[in-house]
């Protein structure tokens, strides 16, 4: 069984900065996908990019690509999503999430905030 917390949401304006956070309780092993994804209002939740615990295969969705960075930290069991150049558009709540191989992403947080203002 695996917790995960996202932190580290708020305001912000076009072109700035935010670095997330996902903490992970419970054991992640390195077969384990952590992936972030957000939520728009009155859109369907999207991809924004996945990282295997090993630290191997990471991927992006094309609306984030060298614009955004997931890395994490394997003694915090956390993960992090670097967010630079920010857009109005990846206003929304983001969530990490996290599956076991190639299973379905069963572990979830509760979400926090990103607002980027023009």
């Known amino acids: 069984q695996v917790q995960l917390v996202e932190s580290g949401g708020g305001l912000v304006q076009a072109g700035g900065s935010l670095r997330l956070s996902c903490a992970a309780s419970?054991?992640?092993?390195?077969?384990?996908?952590m992936g972030w994804f957000r939520q728009a209002p009155g859109k369907e939740r999207e991809f924004v990019g996945s990282i295997r615990w090993s630290g191997i295969n990471l991927e992006y969705a094309d609306s984030v690509k060298g614009r955004f960075t997931i890395s994490r930290d394997i003694p915090k069991n956390t993960m992090y999503l670097q967010m630079n150049n920010l857009k109005p558009e990846d206003t929304a709540v983001y969530y990490c999430?996290?599956?076991?191989?190639?299973?379905?992403?069963?572990?979830w947080g509760q979400g926090t905030q990103v607002t980027v203002s023009s």
């Open positions: 999430a996290a599956r076991v191989g190639a299973q379905e992403y069963n572990y």
């Open positions: 419970g054991q992640v092993s390195f077969n384990y996908r």
